[in-house]
């Protein structure tokens, strides 16, 4: 869209300026000037003026200065006005979209204006007829015609494009005044600015042409139509201006020379494809070539193609008998005999010839025997013979193929085809092709070649291959004759599977997977026999791969990580090669984290302990790479720090299917997600599947809700992080209503009254509740409930009156399922014993038109009323009644005919259905045949081979068979659809015309209208034809070529047979239908021809003795043809034929050898750029001629639409050539001709290349046999001018003999074609041995000593080029190589040795493998180096303090020893003294006076012994240590802390520290330089104890160092012991505290709970102690254990106190004497508070009963008894009850 937008941009910019200038033009007598015109037309006064100029009238009378808006509108409707009055049609505008600046429409407003005071007043006026002599219609075709007629040979089609490069504007300057601008003859299209500047600017200086479109736009591609019209507009006023600059031309048509077949007057025949001529003009000078043909009846086609500078071939297509013009212009001037006159004859009769025999028509030849063919022009009349066989390797030689003409004008040919393919045989009779020409045939190889085969690629040349990676290959057998491809791949272990994937004919890849490392043995054979190369050798490597590391473990898991707990994991390295393992485990706060490491083979196991929650990050890397998985992420998590709240956490009962939400507060518990599940002991997989939903609110805390599905105790566990919360689980006290079922005899209508009912309440599914059960109806009645076994209820009323009662049942105060149940009690009265019987209530046996009947027996069933009702399809029947005895009757219906169907009976007594009532009965439809409809189309009539179809409806017909016969004049194929409901749809096929009887019987009697007498007509068949041959295949037809295919009507029926051809750019058409001139073809033998207009393209149709047609037509342009074909004004199957038609002649080959022949080195490939954009579509195809022994073969690629590249690899030398082939036929140019030579078969040898000494004779030879063709070169370059004599031998080999005088490098370059040999230039090294200097320490002595290098310098600069080696001989005759290393000096080497003993070394020096002059040289050295220093003051010292140094001598030699101190410039000097201790021992002492650096230097015998030793001098003793990490007390295992090490005042050196565990271990620090003398220095104590730390400064210790410090470890502390679980009230409970692993510290112990708990707390051991603690009420305890002020794990402890199962007879009924109330006390019968109460009176259950708890375990009941009497009172704790329960009393009634 992006690009659709700026070209429409680009347009209307153009456009308006253009229009711009228009205007101004016209406006410049006014001397008005416009620069918008999208603005300066809104007031309506310039349009006004613009007006009134170009119509030379006035306007009428305007605003001249508008300020308002109206007064602009009115303006501009008086010139829209006057533009009507001018008859000037406006459309889709108005004044507001002028005013408002509508560009587009402003525009289409000046074109208008354009259009007809310039362009139609100077073109429709004046006769600008086209070349046919036709009037215009359109300016623009007016327009169009003047340009065309102005320049006659230049192609103007449009008025865009075709003025992009300037050419055409500059000869329409030229036209309109010859000599003004004759260059347009020579202009380069390819500068197309420069072409119309200057073409413009002479238009509009000396012919007055405006430019109201520059030279930048008309060269614009984007350039509008309307721009250029306005434009060139301007020329038909163009007057030349006198001394105007006329120029003659630089072309001279005299000087144009034409000859060649097309341009001779007599010759050619219509036989000819191609008429062609040439024309030169090379002595014309520079011009235009135009050239045009017309023939007979139409104009021609001249193809013209510059072969060279000044050299055209031109070509037409003669394809009609008559007289042709060929009219030449050159620089737009005619050529003499211009023009010329050609009469060509009609030719002969190509389809009269005929070839026949093995050698077009086998396709089992073989390859090197003979075949042969005949071919018979006996009646073709005189035309030229031509064949033409091309196979794999080009076109056959006469040598390979023999014609030999025989009598009759017959011809015998024979052939040899000389390498396995296809071969094509063209044989063309007076130019065109014979029948079934070209013939292909195929030659197969008698053999397979295995020399001709080779292989390539990774998996066979050993590149990159490595184990588990899969190795690929080719196989390439093009052209190695006929054979099979087997190849096998053996590793160490044995053969190795290997997959076969074919590319293309010739072409196989194969795939192996090597899955061990070492040698592989690859063997290729094709036939049997190996490839070249084959038995192939790789080497697979072996690869290090992390990926074959498996780690696991705890310790790597997202989740389950708990905070100072140790977790594992293990990583295994087998399979994964070689590399190192490295672990590296990263706190939440990138700080390393400790680990504990033990390995085996292949095996690391690992362990750590986290200290605090949060993110830790492992990162395992085995070689440098990520294990799988690795960096592991892990959350660890504290889950002592979760907290949960929400209901049921108090025992309360909740309602099965509401939510239940609860908190979970774990924001100081580190990352971790929350999960929960419900335990449910009823399910069978144990837990709910409704799973609760939990919702992490991102900060920390959870929402969990849930929404039980089930009653009864259930338990909700809740984790984090997979680990328990404190409190869980929940137990949930669910209860369901409506899984209580009430069921029975009872809620049921039917009961009688005066008779007991029962029903059952079973709430075993239920949950825990309190049931109730009440009644309501016409009279008061109770309901005593019963209770049984198991949670289930009997219920048992007796209803004293019939009517309607409601029976409530509610469990925890809400009804069950069902309840209310409204029970309707009857009269004593048993309809169930009311009988019904007979045909008219049986579910089948009634049809349609019959009577039905039954009978009712109520003689058991009491008084009641009978109702009896009969519904059927057409509503109630009537029922006919007659009582035969008392209670017995008799019923009687009639079926209607018309109404088959269901029908219900209802029979009702005492207002209850009686059994089985409603009765269904299904009524059939009786056997009708005159209720079958026959309807539709195929009853009627119609036409041949077309379905006639019809329906059958027999919904109404009953049961039946049908039968169908149909009968005519021919058998007709029937198919019969039965949709299975009663309806079906028969179809059939008349073949034959005429009349049809179809008989149709249903229960074997005819149906209504049968037999029924349809009549068919013949119809025409398009889809019959069928058309085919080359000229309609979509490629293969060329122009200029006739393309022929046949129509096949057989079988199609009588119609007319129609071609149409649309070409590219035109249309011709053999005569339509609908036209007066249409022909009809069916039963005639020929077609009258039409004529058409020039340039089309007409098809030929002939007619065939068996109604087959041949059609041929001949296309003159390249492009896609549509070609119709058409039968009985119809299409036939698949027309219109899509036909491409390519011009070879137009395709351009870029490349080596195309113009020429070339001589080319062989090595890259070869490639070719191909054009096709001129010659239509089509495929390249090529053809290679090579040496007899190159396998090269030549490929065609298409890279674009229109674009191919050629591509060659030639591997042998010797000469080549490619044949290119477009659309099957050679292009224009020459073969490609190609001479390859090889410079790596060239050979050079000999001793004369390697080296030699300077003066003598040295010789080599040069080898080009096998090279091919070449020019050998040779030079020689070097130190000195050498002398070089070549002579070449009988064999062409040549002898190079050469001497030089001074020594060196020499350069010897071959060439061979211009192309340097294989390893050229040849380097040769001369060298002079006498020249060689050695100097040096190493050689002289001077200068050395032992333990230092003592280097040799050899320089062969004046030597020349040769090995130099240097040996050195110790004191105790010790031998050894000295390595001489290249300096940056050319020829110059160093060597040295350090020497390790004292005494004389001897060096040996050679070059060339001869000793240089006075080698060997002797060496005296001597040993400094033996000199020994110790002591702690080489390195540091202690300010104002005695240090010291002692010297060893003892290997040293004889020699004396020295000491010297450097410093700053201002340092003081050091006090230094050396004392002899003993023999060869000495002891330097030395005491510095300031804190600055100094460097001691030791010598003997005035040599250092070293390099000098740096000291530092310190002041360890102002060093400060402070800070928490260094208190003796309150440090804490597994909690980083600190301390400052101040060294401000302690001068130069650095401070380090130690920390040393109880274990003796030493612990891991971080030390940070906070600033200039302070370090922070942070540490985590891993365990308690007493920890040393060692401050040093400078190597000392500073003050108060070492530091003792105590830490201790909350995490250490153990506590164990029921009493941390659980508790029962007023039982002690108690748990054991282990501090011994914790060290030293406060131990607090604390216990909240609903009531204070007294606690003791006891030590029974170091660090051990006993706590125990009495609960006196139950609930949740919080033990909050801390040690050193510190939670310990798992603290706060929350332990749940229950009191003690209950036991019912310890509870305690008082107040049962009192009616509606008593006390249960339950204080000591333990539970946990489950008590059920039940009161029922006499009659009925007591209205209300509440149960109120006292908060202590005791309760208040009280209840309403509604009527006096005895009360029974069951009362229950935890299910059991009490003693005595149930209790009985007397009441007087409650309210």
Request: charged share 25%; with cysteine; proline share 8%.
């Amino acid at each position: 869209m992006a690009s659709e937008s700026h070209l429409d941009a680009e347009w209307k910019r153009i456009q308006k300026k253009t229009f711009t200038r228009w205007c101004n033009e016209h406006l410049r007598v006014q001397g008005v000037q416009m620069k918008d015109i999208s603005t300066d037309f809104s007031d309506g006064v310039g349009l006004i003026t613009l007006l009134q100029v170009l119509s030379q009238k006035k306007v009428g009378k305007y605003n001249k200065k508008p300020r308002v808006r109206a007064q602009k509108l009115e303006n501009v409707q008086l010139s829209l006005r006057f533009i009507e009055s001018e008859k000037i049609r406006l459309v889709n505008i108005g004044t507001g979209d002028i005013v408002d600046g509508n560009l587009k429409l402003i525009l289409g407003l000046v074109w208008t204006l354009i259009l007809h005071y310039q362009i139609s007043a100077r073109f429709i006026d004046e006769d600008f007829s086209g070349a046919g002599g036709a009037k215009p219609t359109t300016a623009r075709q007016s327009m169009l015609n003047y340009v065309q007629n102005k320049m006659p040979d230049h192609a103007v089609k449009n008025f865009t494009t075709d003025w992009n490069d300037g050419i055409a504007i500059a000869q329409l300057v030229d036209a309109h005044a010859p000599g003004l601008c004759p260059e347009f003859a020579t202009m380069d299209p390819s500068h197309p600015l420069e072409n119309a500047a200057y073409a413009m600017d002479l238009a509009e200086e000396w012919l007055g042409v405006p430019q109201v479109l520059l030279p930048e736009e008309i060269t614009n591609p984007n350039v509008d139509e309307l721009s250029v019209m306005t434009y060139l507009s301007g020329f038909t006023d163009a007057q030349l201006k006198p001394g105007a600059p006329i120029k003659s031309s630089l072309a001279n048509a005299d000087k144009v020379k034409v000859y060649g077949p097309g341009i001779e007057r007599d010759g050619l025949t219509t036989d000819i494809n191609i008429a062609r001529f040439v024309v030169d003009a090379t002595e014309a000078g520079p011009g235009i070539l135009s050239v045009t043909g017309k023939g007979p009846n139409s104009s021609v086609d001249v193809f013209v193609e510059e072969k060279s500078k000044g050299m055209y071939d031109c070509s037409y297509v003669p394809d009609e008998a008559g007289e042709y013009q060929i009219v030449l212009k050159y620089g737009g001037k005619s050529l003499p005999k211009s023009p010329y006159t050609v009469v060509v004859e009609g030719g002969s009769d190509v389809d009269a010839v005929r070839a026949y025999g093995p050698g077009v028509e086998s396709d089992s030849l073989k390859e090197g025997i003979k075949t042969e063919f005949w071919v018979e022009t006996a009646g073709a009349g005189e035309g030229a013979l031509v064949i033409l066989i091309r196979g794999p390797r080009g076109p056959l030689s006469s040598d390979n193929m023999q014609v030999s003409e025989l009598e009759d004008g017959r011809y015998h040919v024979m052939y040899t085809p000389g390498a396995p393919g296809q071969y094509i045989v063209e044989v063309t009779f007076g130019g065109l092709h014979v029948q079934d020409s070209p013939f292909r045939v195929k030659v197969t190889a008698d053999r397979a070649d295995a020399s001709k085969c080779y292989a390539e690629g990774p998996g066979i040349d050993g590149s990159d291959l490595s184990v588990n990676k899969p190795a690929s290959f080719k196989v390439y057998s093009k052209g190695a004759g006929k054979g099979t491809v087997s190849v096998h791949v053996r590793g160490r272990s044995g053969s190795v599977p290997i997959e076969e994937d074919k590319v293309e004919e010739g072409v196989s890849e194969y795939t192996y997977l090597p899955k061990e490392n070492g040698e592989y043995v690859i063997t290729v054979k094709f036939g049997g026999d190996q490839i070249p190369g084959s038995r192939f050798h790789v080497n697979v490597e072996p690869p290090t791969d992390a990926s074959k590391c498996i780690a696991s473990g705890p310790g790597l898991e997202p989740t389950g990580v708990r905070v100072n707990i140790p977790t594992t994991f293990q990583v295994r390295t087998k399979d994964a090669g070689h590399g190192d393992l490295e672990v590296d485990i990263r706190d939440p706060d990138g700080k390393g984290l400790a680990m504990d490491t033990t390995s085996a083979p292949y095996t690391y196991d690992y362990s750590y302990v986290a200290s605090k929650p949060g993110n830790y990050t492992v990162g395992i890397k085995f070689g440098g790479q990520n294990v799988p998985g690795s960096p592991y992420q892990v959350s660890v998590t504290d889950t002592s720090k979760v907290t949960i709240a929400g209901p049921g956490m108090n025992g309360e009962f909740l309602p099965v299917g509401e939510p239940l939400e609860y908190f979970v507060d774990a924001r100081d518990a580190g990352p971790g997600k929350v999960a929960c599940s419900v335990h449910v002991p009823i399910k069978p997989d144990d837990y709910d599947t409704s799973a609760p939903k939990v919702t992490d609110n991102g900060d920390g805390t959870f929402h969990v809700l849930y929404t039980p599905e089930d009653a009864g105790r259930l338990k909700m566990n809740v984790t984090f992080a997979e680990a328990a919360i404190q409190g869980t689980p929940i137990k949930l006290h669910v209860f369901d209503a409506s899984k209580v079922l009430a069921y029975g005899k009872g809620l049921e209508d039917g009961n009688k009254s005066g008779q007991l009912t029962m029903f059952t309440v079973d709430m075993r599914q239920g949950g825990e509740g309190a049931l109730r059960v009440a009644i309501e109806g016409p009279a008061e009645t109770p309901i005593t409930p019963k209770d049984q076994a198991n949670n289930i209820v009997n219920c048992e009323y007796l209803p004293p009156v019939p009517g309607q009662y409601k029976i409530l049942v509610l469990w925890a105060d809400v009804h069950v399922p069902g309840s209310p149940f409204n029970v309707k009690i009857l009269p004593s009265v048993d309809p169930t014993q009311v009988i019904a019987y007979g045909p008219g209530l049986e579910s089948t046996g009634l049809t349609s038109d019959m009577w039905a009947d039954f009978y009712v027996d109520c003689r058991k069933a009491g008084k009641g009323d009978l109702n009896v009702a009969v519904h059927g399809p057409g509503g109630g029947e009537k029922l006919d009644v007659e009582e035969e005895e008392p209670g017995l009757f008799k019923y009687r219906y009639f079926i209607d005919p018309d109404e088959a169907g269901e029908y219900v009976a209802t029979i009702t007594f005492a207002d209850q259905a009686i059994p089985d009532s409603p009765f269904h009965v299904n009524v059939a439809w009786k056997t009708d045949a005159s209720k079958v409809r026959a309807y539709g189309p195929g009853l009627e009539g119609g036409t041949t081979k077309e379905w006639a179809e019809f329906k059958l409806d027999m919904t109404k017909a009953g049961e039946g068979g049908l039968s169908l016969n149909i009968a005519g004049p021919s058998e007709a194929e029937v198919t019969v659809d039965d949709h299975q409901d009663g309806t079906a749809t028969v179809k059939y096929l008349p073949t034959e015309p005429g009349e049809y009887t179809v008989n149709i019987n249903f229960a074997d009697e005819a149906i209504p209208g049968s037999p029924f007498m349809p009549v068919f007509e013949a119809c025409t068949d398009a889809s019959k034809v069928k058309a085919y041959g080359p000229g309609l295949e979509s490629f293969g037809n060329k122009v200029g070529h006739d393309a022929v295919f046949t129509i096949d009507t057989q079988g199609a029926g009588a119609g007319a047979v129609d071609v149409a051809i649309d070409a590219p750019g035109s249309r011709s058409t053999t005569p339509t239908s609908g036209t007066p001139e249409k022909i009809s073809v069916a039963k005639r033998t020929s077609l009258r021809r039409h004529s058409f207009k020039a340039g089309a393209t007409r098809p030929h149709i002939v007619k065939k003795d068996d109604e087959t047609y041949e059609v041929d037509y001949n296309p003159r342009k390249v492009g896609q043809y549509k070609v119709n074909v058409y039968f009985a004004d119809l299409p036939i199957p698949k027309s219109p034929f899509i036909v491409n038609i390519a011009d070879p002649s137009k395709v351009e080959v870029v490349g080596p050898g195309v113009k020429e022949e070339e001589a080319l080195q062989i090595g890259d490939e070869l490639c070719w750029a191909v054009d096709c954009s001129q010659a239509g579509p089509g495929d390249v195809e090529c053809a290679l001629a090579r040496p007899a022994d190159s396998n090269a073969a030549v490929v065609a690629e298409k890279t674009t639409d229109n674009n191919w590249v050629i591509k060659l690899s030639p591997e042998i030398p010797g000469p080549y050539e490619i044949t290119v082939n477009y659309a099957g036929s050679p292009v224009s140019q020459e073969p490609i001709r190609l001479n390859m030579f090889d410079v790596s078969k060239v050979k050079v040898y000999g001793p004369g290349l390697e080296k030699g000494r300077v003066g003598e004779p040295h010789t080599f030879y040069i080898d080009p046999t096998e090279a091919g063709n070449g020019e050998l070169s040779l030079a020689m370059e070097g130190p000195s001018e050498a002398n070089v004599n070549c002579q070449p031998n009988d064999e062409g080999i040549y002898e190079v003999q050469y001497t030089a005088d001074a020594a060196g490098e020499y350069k010897i370059n071959v060439k061979f074609g211009n192309s340097p040999v294989e390893d050229s230039p040849f380097s040769v090294p001369l060298v002079d041995p006498e020249k060689v200097q050695c100097t040096g320490p190493g050689i002289t002595g001077k200068g050395a000593r032992v333990g230092e290098p003592a280097k040799i310098i050899v320089d062969t600069r004046e030597a020349g080029n040769a090995p130099v080696t240097a040996s050195l001989t110790t004191p105790d005759g010790e031998i050894s190589d000295l390595v001489l290393a290249a300096t940056v000096e050319p020829g110059v080497f160093e060597a040295e040795y350090t020497p390790t003993e004292v005494g004389d070394h001897e060096v040996a020096v050679t070059f060339d493998d001869e000793a240089v002059m006075s080698s060997p040289f002797s060496a005296p050295i001597g040993d400094p180096s033996a000199v020994q220093l110790t002591g702690d003051g080489l390195q540091c010292a202690i300010l104002d303090d005695c240090n010291y140094v002692d010297c060893w001598t003892e290997s040293a030699g004889p020699g004396v020893l020295s000491v010297d101190f450097e410093g700053e410039d201002d340092a003081p000097p050091v006090e230094s003294t050396i004392e002899a201790i003993e023999d060869n021992h000495y002891q330097i002492k030395y005491i510095p006076h300031a804190s600055v650096p100094y460097r001691m230097i030791v010598k003997y015998n005035d040599f250092p012994v070293n390099d000098g030793n740096d000291i530092t001098v310190s002041n360890p003793a102002a060093c400060k240590v402070y800070g928490p990490g260094v208190e003796p007390t309150g440090v804490l295992a597994h909690e980083e802390t600190n301390f400052t090490v101040e060294t401000i005042n302690a001068g130069p050196g650095e401070a380090t520290v130690e920390i040393v565990a109880p274990d003796e271990s030493v612990l891991p620090h971080d030390i940070e330089h906070v600033d200039d003398g302070k370090l922070n220095v942070k540490y985590t104590a891993p365990f308690a104890g007493v920890f040393n730390i060692n401050v040093k400064f400078a190597g000392h210790h500073v003050q108060s160092s070492p530091l003792n410090v105590s830490v201790a470890d909350p995490s250490a502390v153990k506590a164990d012991g029921e009493g941390l679980v659980k508790a029962l009230v007023d039982e002690s409970a108690g748990f054991k505290l282990d501090t011994t692993d914790a060290g030293e510290a406060s131990l607090n112990v604390s216990i909240q709970g609903p009531r204070e708990a007294e606690m003791q707390c006891d030590e029974v051991g170091e660090g051990l102690y006993t706590v125990s603690y009495v609960p006196v009420r139950a609930g949740i305890y919080n033990i909050c254990i801390q040690f050193a002020e510190r939670d310990i794990p798992g603290s706060p402890f929350s332990v749940p106190v229950t009191r003690p199962p209950p036991d019912a007879e310890k509870c305690i009924i008082s107040g049962l004497e009192n009616p509606g109330s008593f006390v249960v006390d339950a204080i000591e019968a333990g539970g946990n508070g489950f008590l059920e109460v039940g009161v029922c009176g006499a009659y009925v259950p007591a209205e209300f009963v509440s149960i109120k708890h006292n908060g202590d375990y005791t309760f208040s009941v009280t209840y309403d008894i509604p009527e006096p009497g005895e009360t029974t009172i069951s009362v229950k704790w935890h299910g059991q009850h009490l003693k005595g329960s149930p209790f009985t009393v007397l009441t007087e009634g409650t309210s």
